[in-house]
């Protein structure tokens, strides 16, 4: 009986209106949850009542259902925060992340570091990124992301660069006393270097014009802090020559002794190698460096790579999605770097609460790799991503919902009138 068909027809346009109210009740519920992308019911009919058979037309509609609830994965807005673990990705991509049900995904970046040290969001999944070398370098494995708590070890110098200018007006008539040093060169200054504990070691350099363009150096250190010397006294450690050309470019750099031999059971016949630039002789320009020009001897710059022991004082992330540690003597390093995983079909992963999502069959396998390759999102540190739900659509979504749920109301309101009828027929 045809009105009794449309009864049911009316209770599929309530159902299905009613679950459409239930996405929509949905997004708004998390218009403030980082990450979050807002969802929408898609409907369909159902299938019809041919009146002539299988020839065509002249159908009647049995109602509608709900299709698919998609969400519509548009990029939601990156605002500015203080924490610096707090991370947004702009473009495609989700954050890796691992817990005890095994392997999920989130555009959440709001994540701390937990007791034992492992970067977590915040129901406690341990976020994954490519891990580092011995030397700082980011090798493509992947792991858990971790705060190090040890004391870095110590360095010891293995060279020392120094950018000076030797005056070439100086005449070489000074004959060097390692007695009286500073009276008896011509130029000195002062460097830091480490040993293998990393204990710092202060060096003079002196420097004597031997000939025109020609220039002897020698490293003191404090007799105390060598074998064999005396407190109170310099010892020699180092000795050297430096020839210039007629332009003033160095043209050639020798180290003719080396007795870096510190006490306190730190390595013994310790190799420094002393950089006074790309001398000639070795196939430089010879402008990058130490230099003999008609002008006042000075220490221009200097650097070494030794380092003492030390603790991390800060991290940050940075636009790569790097995790930087700053340690207490100075030095930085590379920690790890955040990993994005990049789907085919992002809309058919599905929810498992907490803003985390998981990869399904038609969602395809994730393709991993560092932010901003092969198409995947850039990193903001310091930053969240917001909602993409719009306030004012979901309220007009929620008008359109509710007067169509009435609608559908109505019919079955107005069937029961028609099948009163037919009950009043017979009196």
């Known amino acids: 009986m045809g009105i009794l068909s449309s009864l049911y027809t009316g209770v599929s346009g309530l159902s299905a209106q009613g679950e459409a109210l239930g996405v929509v009740a949905d997004n708004i519920a998390n218009a403030n949850t980082t990450g979050f992308k807002a969802s929408r019911a898609e409907f369909q009919d ?10 065509g037309g002249n159908q009647i509609g049995r109602g509608v259902k709900i299709g698919a609830v998609n969400p519509i994965l548009i990029q939601g807005n990156v605002d500015a925060t203080e924490k610096v673990t707090d991370l947004a990705i702009s473009g495609d991509g989700y954050f890796k ?14 994540f701390h570091f937990d007791r034992e040290g492992y970067l977590v969001t915040n129901d406690n999944q341990r ?29 010891a110098t293995t060279e020392l660069k120094m950018d000076l200018n030797l005056d070439s007006r100086v005449e070489p008539t000074k004959k060097f006393d390692p007695k009286d040093p500073y009276s008896t060169s011509h130029y000195s200054t002062g460097v830091e270097v480490y040993d293998s504990q990393g204990n710092k070691h202060l060096v003079t350099y002196f420097f004597n014009k031997t000939a025109d363009r020609k220039w002897e150096y020698r490293g003191l250190v404090d007799g105390k802090e060598v074998t064999g010397g005396e407190a109170g006294e310099l010892s020699q450690v180092c000795k050297g020559s430096l020839e210039f050309t007629v332009d ?20 013994q016949n310790q190799t420094i190698k002393l950089n006074f630039g790309d001398a000639i002789a070795d196939g430089g320009k010879g402008i990058d460096g130490t230099k003999q020009y008609g002008r006042q001897s000075d220490l221009i710059s200097w650097n070494q790579d030794g380092a003492a022991a030390g603790t991390i004082t800060g991290l940050s992330f940075n636009d790569e999605g790097i995790l930087t540690a700053v340690y207490s003597n100075g030095q930085s390093a590379d920690l790890a770097q955040i990993t994005l995983a990049k789907f085919e079909n ?33 990193i903001f540190a310091k930053s969240l991503e917001r909602s993409t739900v719009d306030l004012a659509s979901e309220f007009v979504n929620l008008i359109q919902n509710q007067r169509s749920f009435q609608a559908n109301a109505k019919t079955i309101t107005t069937t029961d009138e028609l099948l009163n009828e037919v009950i009043q027929l017979k009196r």
């Open 346 to 378: 992002p809309e058919a992963m599905f929810k498992v609460g907490n803003n985390r999502l998981k990869e399904s069959r038609d969602s395809g396998s994730p393709a991993l790799g560092a932010p901003g390759n092969n198409g995947r999102g850039k």
């Open 97 to 110: 992340v691992r817990g005890s049900d095994g392997e999920s995904y989130t555009r959440d970046g709001s």
């Open 127 to 155: 976020v994954q990124g490519f891990e580092t070398d011995e030397k700082g370098n980011i090798i493509n494995k992947t792991g858990d992301i971790k705060f190090p708590r040890a004391l870095i070890p110590a360095k």
């Open 46 to 55: 159902i299938i019809s009542k041919n009146l002539k058979g299988i020839l």
């Open 248 to 267: 003033g470019k160095l043209n050639s750099h020798s180290l003719d002794e080396s007795d870096f031999n510190f006490t306190g059971g730190a390595l």
